[in-house]
């Protein structure tokens, strides 16, 4: 055994000690290597892990993802568009407001706003915008609020597939979505989607949709201020909406005007204008989408278009051109609602429509008023108001947006009795009534009511049955019932036309005597009990013209002739003219309009004398296209040689000036006053018992007809007469549709003659013709024959009639 220095064991020890003080240092490192290894193993495995979920999860959900093949032949729901003649729009139906409009057509300036407010990116990225998504991350850590990144594509993927709630599924289905739809779409292809499919308020989807709403013009027409408007609505349409939140859309606009002038899309000068052009008020107001009023014509299209297409009418966008023109529906409209106004000024005043208690707080004053406004909107030009104070002398009344109106003087005629002390409490005119007020052409105010009565108005081409204007009552979105196709209604006076075309093929003629006199006709004539006709006035002048019998529209001329004509072959003859057999009764009383018939039906029948005998069917629809254009169906106005000739034109010549002689100097006479023009022709028609006023009268290119009653039938009152009420209708249309068309009269055609001073069949000339009608009844009792005299006996007549 080998022994141990102390020297050695001590330097073993001073060894060994240095050993287990540098030891103590490497044991640290390498735990610190090791930690950094586990961590980067740990982030290397969880990446892993990652992305196998990932490629799991792609893998899984990939073929589960829609087919965006169906994009490249992007068909969304499209309204039904109605349109004028002219190409205006007046009516749309569907559930969204749509147009439909290529990338290419639409205009550089709202795609350069567009790009500017949602993805200025947009033609750079893939479909996913990293640099917006880092963006969005740091202003999410900078100030903790959401900050979106989606870019346009992830938006049309979003929008097209998938629902709007915020998960990470699905985020993950957007950005494969969009991915997928990249690949398969060019990114003009995309953007023509978003800009058509995106809802922006209002019910309008897409852009082109939108302009025509807020702005009232189509899109290629617009200026940047308007287009940095519209691209600031699809982040939030209700926040911004230009019309309920002006202030807030302006903000959001003044914005994009910047952005697009960073991005270099306008200069600093087209910038300017814009900011200057956002501070005017270019956006139109609610409720005025269409042009004119033309609910009723747009309401008989959407009808059709579903007869014929089905229920997929009002979403397959089509487009129906009418007949309508624009400028004759304005007038026609303005003509009715102001024939039916000045008869509600004759009437008495039925009160309020409704009451409300205002409290004296300012805030909760106006939280009242406008509650109730609401419930009773605006009707036209007739305004909703509520009344703030109110005497015999002067009516104070505030509208919705805070405006106060003061009316005095013979603003206050037409509810006068309202104003009365003595006014019950129902029509007592009082602080929290709710009333109407009306401008007045000396643009001062009135107070009004809103009519109970009807009325319609209708015209069209005499020569092709195109119908250029037709309003089917008041006002469509208080009753919907169309008048002018739906409402059959007893004609009166206004079918006399018709039997005494009728007598002319009989013989008669204009210069035909017909005693003027009592007849009376007993029960075992009628079949029931005894009849004696009269006259509106209650008058006999004795021994009259053909002529001028129908000029007066006396009663009992036209009772003389039904009977000589023959109750049956009289009601045979009206159905040449389109009416219906089954609501003409062939009886005596049919000769004072006591067979029904609708206005359009009057147009049509008597379109009939100005077109020289043809019967022309009424049309609406001339072209039917599809969302891109193509056309449907069209139809086209057939020359008039090619209709069917209803009457002989001899007949509608002669007719035709009985109806001038009406205008000229008997019951129609307002209307050749007021226009000023002889080639004027018409009937007034009133019922016996007043529940019906017509006009119904051409000029030889265009028939109109007036019309006015109440739905369920009463008395329009003692006074109320066609020539009283809706012949100031048709004058009123008629001096806006004839100011450009020169007079024209209707020439006689072969086979007429004058005789007697009066025009007549040739045939009939020379005495051949039935000289007079119950003339007997003059000197004795009325038979009511038909009495051919000898040439003595005509001789006396005529001096009678002279005298």
Known sequence: MTS??????????????????????????HWLIRAVFWLVGLVAAGAAIAAAVVVVAVATIYPQLPDVSDLADYRPKLPLRVYSAEGALIGEFGEERRKLTPIEDIPKVMKDALLSAEDSRFYEHSGIDYRGLARAALMNLKDFRSQGASTISMQVARNMYLSSERTFTRKLYEVLLTFKMEHLLSKDEILEIYMNQIFLGNRAHGFSAASEVYFGKPLEEITVAEAAMLAGLPVAPSLYNPIRRPERARI????????????????AEQAQQARADADKPYVRRAGSTFPVRAEFVAEMVRQAMVERYGEEANTRGLNVYTTIQLSDQEAAYQALRTGIMNYEKRQHYRGPENFVNLPDDATEQEEVIDKALAAHPDNGQLLSAVVLEASRQKVTVIRADGTTITITGDGLKPVQSGLADKATANIKIRRGAIVRILKTSKDDWELTQLPEVEGAFV???SDTGAIRALVGGFDFNKNKF???TQAVRQTGSAFKPFIYSAALEEGFSPATIIADAPIVFSAAVTGSKAWEPRNYDRKFDGPLSMRTSLARSKNIASVRLTQAVGPKKAQEWATRFGFD???????????LGSGEATPLQMATAFAVFANGGHRVDPWLIERVTDYRGRVLSETKAKPIEQMPQSIDPRNAFITSSLLQEVVRAGTGARARNALK??????????????????????????TAVAWVGYDNPRDLGSRETGGGLALPIWVDFMRHALKDIPIAEIKPPAGVTRADGDWTYTENSGGRGIASLGMESLYGEATGTVTAPSSEERARIMDLFRN
């Open 252 to 267: 959001r606009q003044l914005h994009i005007i910047n952005r697009m002038l960073e991005n270099g899309y306008i200069t």
């Open 459 to 461: 015209a069209l081409e």
């Open 482 to 484: 169309n008048h002018v």
């Open 4 to 29: 141990e220095s102390p020297r050695n064991r001590g330097a073993q020890r001073s060894s060994s000690s240095r050993t287990s003080r540098r030891g103590e240092s490497p044991p640290k490192k």
């Open 581 to 591: 057999a089954s609501r003409i009764i062939p009886v005596l009383p049919m000769a």
């Open 677 to 702: 023009r002889p080639d004027l022709y018409g009937k007034t028609g009133t019922t016996n018992d007043a529940y019906d006023a017509w006009f119904a009268g051409f000029q030889p290119s265009l």
